[in-house]
């Protein structure tokens, strides 16, 4: 009896122990697999984002920069222009600004007050070809504004959906979960982590890849909402921007003649215009700079996620 209990326990146990064993470790494994198949990629999708936003940072900078040197031409222009009307008032207080004025004029009196300012015709003419360049320089760079708004515009609006994304990582987060329960099991079993790699890689994933989380991807998704609708702000600007700084710039304003001959409103109005143009540059400066700080922003958050990605995905290498 003593003998086939010996038999019993040398040979029947070990070979029940060893058959559970090697189930649970192929269920280990099989969990090992799933988690590697659905956290694997996570680091690339997110590189992704990441790069649109640093192309997308360095379209608002250039945009930031267009509207600076606008807001620059424009407050240059504004001084040149309150010189041009100086000069304007002393010719015509000397009476060279009508007919009527040069015709009631004894020929002393004409001399005197209006040959000798009238010779500065010829440098109301040159700060005339400045203001108008100044003014040219701040209506293209208003333009440029609108394009690189636009594209900032649609760069965004394409990329702030992150549902794909989010659906990754909660798969990833479930995978997670289960590899919590079968390493939990693994070492109820007393199987130890240290004989078998599979069971130490489970424990890892618990470890590195429980740190993403989807609230990181909606704040991506809100923020490039917000650089979407900044984008949007700052090409409505642009538009206006470019048409006012335009307008302040016609040959209305700019023609020697005619600028002579402007009525006290229609200086009010040139000048507002001016100051309308100057105050949108402003304006689309003001766009720039909050696109590029969200930008920024999303470069930041993005590199954290993407090292917490990649450390998740080394677990499986």
């Known amino acids: 009896m003593r003998k086939n209990l010996f038999v019993f326990l040398c040979c029947s146990v070990p ?9 649970l470790l192929q269920e280990a494994q099989d969990t090992f697999n799933a988690a590697k198949i659905v956290c694997s990629g996570i680091s690339d999708e997110i590189s992704r984002v990441s ?5 997308n940072t360095a379209v608002t900078g ?11 031409a424009g407050i240059k222009k504004s001084q040149e222009e309150q010189e041009i009307d100086k000069l304007v008032e002393k010719i015509c207080n000397a009476g060279g600004c009508t007919p009527e004025g040069v015709k009631s004029m004894s020929d002393e009196d004409f ?20 203001s108008k360049k100044l003014g040219n320089w701040r209506t293209g760079l208003m ?24 659906q990754h990582i909660q798969a990833c987060n479930e995978a997670v979960k289960s590899a919590d329960v079968m390493s939990s099991k693994l070492k109820s079993e007393g199987i130890n982590p240290l004989e078998n790699p599979v069971v130490k890689k489970l424990s890892d994933i618990g470890t590195w890849c429980n740190s ?12 490039m909402t917000g650089v979407m609708g900044t984008s949007i702000a700052g090409a409505v600007i642009g ?25 006290e ?11 309308a143009a100057n105050v949108m540059a402003g304006a689309n400066v003001v766009t720039g700079a909050v696109e590029t700080g969200i930008n920024i922003s999303l470069i930041t958050l993005t590199k954290k996620l993407i090292r917490q990605a990649e450390q998740c995905e080394g677990v499986f290498e």
């Open 212 to 223: 993403i989380n989807t609230a990181d991807i909606e704040k991506i998704e809100k923020r």
């Open 111 to 130: 001399f005197n007050n209006v040959m000798h300012p009238m010779a500065e015709i010829a440098e109301l003419q040159e700060k005339l070809e400045r």
């Open 15 to 23: 070979t029940i122990s060893y058959g559970v064993g090697n189930d």
């Open 265 to 275: 409103q229609e200086k009010n109005k040139k000048n507002n215009l001016n100051t």
């Open 51 to 55: 790069n649109v936003s640093k192309i």
């Open 239 to 263: 538009v206006a921007g470019t048409a006012t700084s335009a307008a302040a710039n016609s040959d209305k304003y700019m023609d020697e003649q005619k600028r002579l001959k402007l009525n």
């Open 62 to 72: 250039v945009g930031t920069v267009a509207a600076g040197g606008a807001l620059v």
């Open 143 to 166: 333009a440029g504004t609108i394009g690189t708004n636009v594209a900032s515009a649609i760069i965004s609006g394409v990329n702030k959906d992150q549902s794909e994304l989010i």
